[in-house]
Nanobody, 128 residues
Framework: QVRLVESGGGSVAAGGSLRLSCAAS????????MGWFRQAPGKEREGVAT????????YYADSVKGRFTISQDDAKNTLYLQMNSAKSEDTAMYYC?????????????????????WGQGTQVTVSS
């Protein structure tokens, strides 16, 4: 059973930065899909950023493009989400997700249905 463990959430003032981490219990360096999703109270889960590991490309939701950066450290089997210029609308529970089926395409869809492993979530609160 694969485990994904998020960390790094917390409270930050608007305009500030946070870095979320997601440690995976298996290797992440092949052509897999990994991503960050978020869900605010009363809203649907939203794909924030995804990455095709093993040299693929990243996808960003329009709401975070230019502010957030998704990256991975294969040596540590860890996925990151660097959040800069935080806004109050970024307040949500953030989830790490992964799908360890080998992919041929360069991108990973931001749809939650495409991921079969999920972390427990880490809360991010941005105060204005």
């Amino acid at each position: 059973q694969v485990r994904l463990v998020e960390s790094g959430g917390g409270s930050v003032a608007a305009g500030g930065s946070l870095r979320l981490s997601c440690a995976a219990s298996r290797a992440t360096y092949s052509k897999y899909c990994m991503g960050w999703f978020r869900q605010a109270p009363g809203k649907e889960r939203e794909g924030v950023a995804t990455i095709r590991t093993g040299g693929g490309s990243a996808y960003y939701a329009d709401s975070v493009k230019g502010r957030f950066t998704i990256s991975q450290d294969d040596a540590k089997n860890t996925l990151y989400l660097q959040m800069n210029s935080a806004k109050s609308e970024d307040t949500a529970m953030y989830y790490c997700a992964a799908d360890f089926r080998v992919r041929s395409g360069a991108y990973c869809s931001p749809l939650a249905s495409g991921f079969n492993y999920w972390g427990q979530g880490t809360q991010v609160t941005v105060s204005s």
